[in-house]
């Protein structure tokens, strides 16, 4: 069983937005240190783009910050990524879980190219 389904990737233009969804049946993200990753093509390290505290204090990496937002609702057990002014260099799966787990989900797939 997939422990988090992310969802809501898919092509766009440059300067274009998407925003990603993450749910789980496993956890509850409110009681997680919660974070974005995504995995460029070609490479096989997976970074941390945005990550989000159980107390909902934020993070950004640079090459995102300004750009990507992260949220969550409570309600719906769901964590969001907002991404704003997409580059082609963002293009790459895009990955959720908690900081400290090392286990993943399917990831989905956002593409930035005009």
């Known amino acids: 069983q997939v422990p988090f389904v992310e969802s809501g990737g898919g092509l766009v233009r440059p300067g274009e937005s998407l925003r990603l969804s993450c749910a789980s049946s496993?956890?509850?993200?409110?009681?997680?240190?919660m974070g974005w990753y995504r995995q460029v093509p070609g490479k096989r390290q997976r970074e941390l783009v945005a990550?989000?505290?159980?107390?909902?204090?934020?993070n950004y990496s640079d090459s995102v910050k300004g750009r990507f937002t992260i949220s969550r609702d409570n309600a719906k057990n769901t964590l969001y990524l907002q991404m704003s002014s997409l580059k082609p260099e963002d293009t790459a799966v895009y990955y959720c879980?908690?900081?400290?787990?090392?286990?993943w989900g399917q990831g989905t797939q956002v593409t930035v190219s005009s």
């Open positions: 879980k908690p900081l400290t787990w090392n286990m």
């Open positions: 990550s989000m505290s159980a107390s909902t204090n934020t």
């Open positions: 496993a956890i509850t993200f409110s009681l997680h240190d």
